[in-house]
């Protein structure tokens, strides 16, 4: 059913058709009457259309009273906004009055008496304008954003999370934690738990992270909990009390007295795991048991055994498990007659297919029902279902990349989609002001991304990304066309006011634009938003703005965080520690790095980050013996920490590959531990490059060969090229081959074919790479770096990657084409002792 009602005259049906044509398609029903319908439609319309609708749009004028079919509206939804089932807005489109009075005829009160019931909510002035009336609509009805469908019972998992969080008869254990994969399902089992024991209690969401701290999370439940306004969230900043775990178990117990309850949702900034700050320890061990939980904690991590002591009986725990295929027939069905407008067409081998491609992800299962609902060719489903099977667990790539396809001409989606990448959450009024000059309402625009599953709406109105889809789709969202809008919208956005005389999600707001502000690399913010800046900000965006190598900006951040290191617990220290050594490696900021390594050294937990630290900086001063030595000394730091492992492998690997006599066979034993912790592209990538060197440059006699290597080679390969995701690398790989064996031409050949599977821009570098050590394709190279460099659009990789690109510029010139004007043109902004250093390291490496 359509949640919106569009109630106007057959006179008016002219101003009120662009309204409707701006909303999503298949939301609203638009009525032009005149009182002359025929009995059969008003009963479609009494019976199952105005009852089915949750917000009522009025156009009200003169032409309005005088058509019979709107006054039979009007009286119907006066009643059913009497039983609090509709919302209505009333449009004024002319001066007709709104409230009777003795100047009108007597015939028309009862109409008027109608109207009174709607005009408690939402009236516009009179004559309001087309362009207001849109607006005011699309405010009216966003919250119809927040999807709404069938959802799984899961007393499997509901009855035991009932018996985990009973503490006792009449009291409940104060908190819980519950974890489980994205799309599993936990954010709905919180809300089905507490409607059979708070029904009107409403949670109150929030986002946490390693680098949160107390005041942060005060002032987002003073927000989402209380309305907070400008000056309530001014006042909770200059308090002490707000420093303090106890300021948020006070208003986690403020919310509780309310009849509601807080969610702690566990955002992962971090590339690796780490655990929430202990102060959340001490806010769960403050807060008493009661007739029902306080706080619920969501993470993807597991309740760990330190935790779970520190806060013995005050916190339950319970695990969201995937579905069984055989659980969610009933509940698959349910989804498609939700959907699908024919989900009849749908066989019972078609549904079951459904349910297999979704992998036991209940989140996906949703996706996939209501993506594929709106697909009219069913060969297109079957040819989607059939790939995201054979792919396992990487159904949920395939499933990007197919619906990704469909919005390759919405360049509206797309930019929405890049703008909650890097600001998220979201309230809903600052993207409409943001796309306000779109081709397509923003509405419209959100209802698609929607629907493909890719942008969410909670329940307070703000919008993010899905988060078991958001790290598939990032690799889209790359085009140099589109970061090129993200440049100037994020910068116009980070500076745009807003009306602080609301009181719904301003905490929110105030962080979109830092947010916005430190991701376009400036530190400005506008005086009412600056005093809220907190050493959790500048963490956050530092670790952010690294892994997008924008390392300069990222250490201005982390030594702004270094500097109040004190704020933060020891687990999120130690990952401020590793972040600003790593920027300060990248940055030439020696001082700062051996500051990290002494302290990381100075605690025993934190030992095997220092030797990872000092690996890295030799790795990048070209030590790579030494290099190998220090990776070698963090992996015996984490011999039973398989998720540091991985991180040590491969730059581990790389650096056995770069020494001047590569020991191959030590390099093959890392991958295949590597292998055996984890399969993915990068550790079958590792083997395929061990093999192909070892067999083309490092057997100098037979008997140093090791038996059947072309076979280990070959099936290396194979693996590589069936692994989901693996075709890139795997042309990677036979690039490498062809340049080793001297056939450059082939070797770009094959990088072309790389780049049409993965559009990273370090496969671009690749390629040019290859070029400028080969006569014949250096000036190739050099044409297509100025161009690169004259390109506006690719000023962001070209500032990311300036030095790289400098140096195989360098190289490609050293074919007897050298130029210091010309090369100093490419090198700006560089000063000439960068660029002096970059051409002693090329003629180094020339004449090593």
């Not at 106007?8 to 044509?21: C, H, K, M, Q, Y």
């Not at 032409?63 to 919302?87: D, H, P, W």
């Amino acid at each position: 059913m359509r949640p919106v009602f569009l109630s106007v005259s057959a006179v008016d049906e002219g101003f009120a058709r662009p309204i409707w044509n701006s909303l999503p398609s298949d939301w609203a029903y638009l009525y032009s009457t005149s009182g002359e319908e025929g009995a059969e439609m008003w009963d479609e319309i009494s019976r199952r259309e105005l009852p089915a609708s949750r917000y009522l749009v009025v156009f009200w004028s003169r032409s309005y009273v005088k058509a019979k079919g709107c006054i039979r509206e009007l009286r119907q939804a006066a009643e059913l906004m009497a039983n609090g089932t509709l919302s209505s807005l009333i449009l004024r489109l002319d001066d007709f009055p709104i409230v009777w009075n003795d100047d009108l005829s007597a015939d028309l009160k009862p109409i008027f008496d109608d109207l009174a019931h709607l005009l408690e909510v939402r009236t516009s002035h009179p004559n309001v304008s087309l362009e207001d009336a849109n607006q005011l609509v699309q405010r009216f009805i966003e919250p119809a954003m927040k999807s709404a469908h069938p959802t799984l019972p899961r007393d499997d998992i509901l009855e035991p999370m009932r018996n985990a969080v009973q503490k006792e008869r009449f009291r409940c254990f104060p908190a819980m934690w519950i974890s489980g994969f994205p799309g599993a399902g936990r954010h709905t089992l919180v809300e089905q738990l507490n409607k059979s024991m708070a029904p009107n209690g409403r949670p109150i969401s929030v986002d946490i992270n390693a680098a949160s701290l107390p005041k942060q999370i005060c002032l987002k439940l003073e927000s989402a909990g209380f309305g907070a306004d400008i000056n309530r969230l001014a006042q909770v900043q200059d308090a002490d009390e707000s420093n303090t775990f106890e300021g948020v178990s006070n208003r986690i117990n403020r919310i509780f007295e309310s009849g509601n309850y807080v969610v702690f949702t566990h955002d992962k900034i971090l590339q690796n795991n780490v655990e929430l700050p202990e102060w959340l320890d001490d806010v769960v061990s403050s807060l008493e048991a009661a007739t029902r939980p306080k706080l619920f904690i969501v993470s993807q991590l597991p309740l760990s055994i330190e935790r779970r002591k520190r806060c013995f009986e005050q916190l339950a725990e319970q695990r969201v498990t995937g579905f069984s295929n055989y659980e969610v027939v009933p509940f698959a069905e349910s989804l498609l007659a939700h959907f699908d407008r024919q989900p009849e067409r749908w066989t019972a081998k078609a549904v079951d297919d459904l349910i297999d491609a979704a992998q036991g992800n209940i989140g996906l299962l949703v996706t996939l029902a209501q993506a594929t609902s709106s697909v009219i060719d069913f060969s297109e489903i079957d040819e989607l279902i059939a790939h995201a099977k054979n792919m396992a667990q990487e159904s949920i790539a395939y499933y990007v990349d197919w619906a990704f396809a469909s919005l390759h001409d919405d360049i509206d989606c797309q930019r929405m989609m890049l703008f909650l990448n890097d600001v998220s959450p979201c309230d809903a009024r600052d993207l409409a002001g943001l796309f306000e000059n779109a081709e397509e309402s923003v509405l419209k625009t959100l209802s698609k991304c929607a629907k493909l599953g890719f942008v969410e709406r909670d329940s307070s109105g703000l919008y993010r990304l899905t988060p078991f889809l958001a790290g598939r789709l990032a690799r889209h969202l790359v085009r140099a066309d589109l970061i090129e809008w993200r440049r100037s919208v994020i910068e116009t956005f980070a500076k745009s006011p807003f009306d602080f005389g609301a009181t719904e999600n301003e905490f929110i707001r105030i962080e979109s634009r830092i947010q916005a502000t430190f991701w376009s690399g400036k530190d400005e913010l506008p005086k009412s938003v600056e005093k809220f800046v907190s050493a959790s900000h500048w963490f956050q965006a530092g670790v952010r703005l690294y892994h997008a190598r924008q390392h300069s900006a990222a250490y201005r951040l982390l030594k702004k965080a270094f500097a109040a290191r004190d704020s933060f617990s020891q687990a999120s220290r130690t990952e401020l520690l590793r972040y600003f050594g790593l920027s300060a490696i990248r940055t030439g900021n020696d001082d700062d790095v051996m500051t990290c390594i002494q302290l990381l050294n100075s605690n025993v937990n934190s030992r095997e980050l220092a030797s990872y630290l000092e690996a890295f900086k030799l790795e990048s001063e070209h030590k790579f013996y030494e290099a190998k030595q220090k990776y070698e000394e963090a992996l015996q730091f984490n011999l039973d920490k398989d998720s540091r492992l991985e991180r040590i492998y491969r730059p581990l690997i790389k650096c056995i590959l770069l020494t001047r006599k590569p020991d191959y066979a030590l390099a093959e034993k890392y991958a295949l531990a590597w292998g055996r912790l984890r399969q993915t592209v990068f550790s079958k990538h590792a083997t395929c490059r061990i093999y192909l060197q070892w067999m083309l440059q490092g057997v100098q006699r037979a008997d140093e060969a090791p038996a059947h290597l072309r076979r280990r080679y070959d099936d290396a390969l194979v693996d590589l090229r069936q692994h989901p995701g693996g075709m890139g690398a795997y042309h990677e790989v036979l690039s490498e081959a062809a340049e080793i064996t001297g056939k450059p031409e082939e070797a770009v050949a094959e990088l072309e074919a790389a780049i049409a599977f993965d559009d990273r821009f370090e496969l671009r570098l690749k390629r040019w790479q290859i070029m400028a050590r080969h006569k014949k394709l250096a000036q190739a190279a050099l044409s297509e770096l100025e161009e690169l460099k004259a390109d506006p659009k690719q000023a962001m990789f070209r500032d990311v990657h300036l030095k790289g690109l400098v140096e195989i510029f360098v190289t490609a010139m050293s074919h007897g084409v050298h130029s210091p004007q010309r090369l100093n043109r490419f090198a700006v902004p560089l000063g000439s002792r960068d660029i002096g250093a970059i051409v002693s390291r090329v003629r180094r490496r020339q004449e090593g």
